[in-house]
């Protein structure tokens, strides 16, 4: 299914993504961030259900001047403890800035979300192309899209959401800059079951695909393999 999902994710499409059933085994919608309009950001509050996130490649994110939260919030006292992600003792968590786009009003409804998500993609494009920036200039913060960078060396070094998703934009060849939203269950109060994720996605038409996919084929590609 790997073929397939880097093709919905070029054709702008929704993509299902569950990482590993030893890690956090939660399944994400999945979606370029240039792609998405207010009808994306609706489907993912409302069949999501989780929180509305953007990945960006970790070079850009540099570029762009975004500190991990938790570098950000150390000085207070605050900031995670290594060993405090019960999924992954071995990282911090991925979070960065919580942003707005400073065109939007609240910052919360679809359309002002959808504007911030754009707009963070083209940052993100332009800070990979060598173009002109001005991340700070356009996004203000706090705000209500959070902001996630990759690890450097992405699934070499981290093997998160926010990893798989930037290796399938690389593999995929675009800008990437993908926003994610995990799919929970109203009746049990956990995360949606795999199970439950699947049906979801034969049920709309949309692609499933697992960590150890993802993994697999940035092996091959990282080694020179078709």
Same mark, same amino acid.
């Given at each position: 299914?790997?073929?397939?999902?880097l093709?919905?994710?070029?054709?702008?499409?929704?993509?299902?993504?569950?990482d590993?059933?030893?890690?956090?085994?939660?399944?994400?919608?999945?979606?370029?961030?240039?792609?998405?309009?207010?009808?994306?950001?609706?489907?993912?509050?409302?069949?999501?259900?989780?929180?509305i996130?953007?990945?960006?490649?970790p070079?850009?994110?540099?570029?762009?001047?975004?500190?991990? *939260?938790?570098?950000?919030?150390?000085?207070?006292?605050?900031?995670?403890?290594?060993?405090?992600?019960?999924?992954?003792?071995?990282?911090?968590?991925s979070?960065?800035?919580?942003?707005?786009?400073?065109?939007?009003?609240?910052?919360?409804?679809?359309?002002?979300?959808?504007?911030?998500?754009?707009?963070?993609?083209?940052?993100?494009?332009?800070?990979?192309?060598?173009?002109?920036?001005?991340?700070?200039?356009?996004?203000?913060?706090?705000?209500?899209?959070?902001?996630?960078?990759?690890?450097?060396?992405?699934?070499?070094?981290?093997?998160?959401?926010?990893?798989?998703?930037?290796?399938?934009?690389?593999?995929?060849?675009?800008?990437?800059?993908?926003?994610?939203?995990?799919?929970?269950?109203?009746?049990s109060?956990?995360?949606?079951?795999?199970?439950?994720?699947?049906?979801y *996605?034969?049920?709309?038409?949309?692609?499933?695909?697992?960590?150890?996919?993802?993994?697999?084929?940035?092996?091959?590609?990282?080694?020179?393999?078709?």
């Amino acid at each position: 299914m790997i073929d397939e999902a880097l093709a919905a994710l070029r054709d702008g499409k929704f993509i299902l993504l569950y990482d590993f059933d030893d890690r956090e085994g939660e399944t994400d919608f999945a979606i370029r961030s240039d792609a998405v309009t207010p009808k994306h950001i609706v489907q993912m509050r409302k069949d999501g259900g989780g929180l509305i996130c953007t990945a960006v490649h970790p070079i850009a994110a540099q570029r762009l001047g975004l500190p991990f *939260a938790s570098d950000a919030l150390r000085a207070i006292a605050v900031a995670e403890r290594e060993g405090d992600i019960p999924y992954d003792r071995k990282n911090h968590s991925s979070f960065s800035l919580w942003v707005n786009h400073r065109n939007t009003f609240t910052g919360i409804t679809d359309r002002d979300r959808t504007l911030t998500v754009n707009a963070i993609a083209e940052q993100v494009k332009r800070a990979l192309n060598g173009g002109s920036v001005s991340f700070h200039e356009t996004f203000r913060t706090p705000g209500h899209m959070a902001l996630l960078r990759a690890a450097e060396g992405l699934l070499d070094v981290r093997k998160g959401q926010t990893e798989l998703s930037i290796a399938m934009a690389e593999m995929a060849g675009i800008t990437p800059s993908v926003t994610i939203c995990e799919m929970l269950d109203d009746e049990s109060g956990y995360a949606l079951s795999k199970a439950d994720a699947k049906l979801y *996605a034969r049920k709309h038409g949309l692609v499933f695909v697992e960590g150890p996919e993802v993994m697999e084929r940035w092996e091959q590609d990282k080694n020179g393999k078709k």
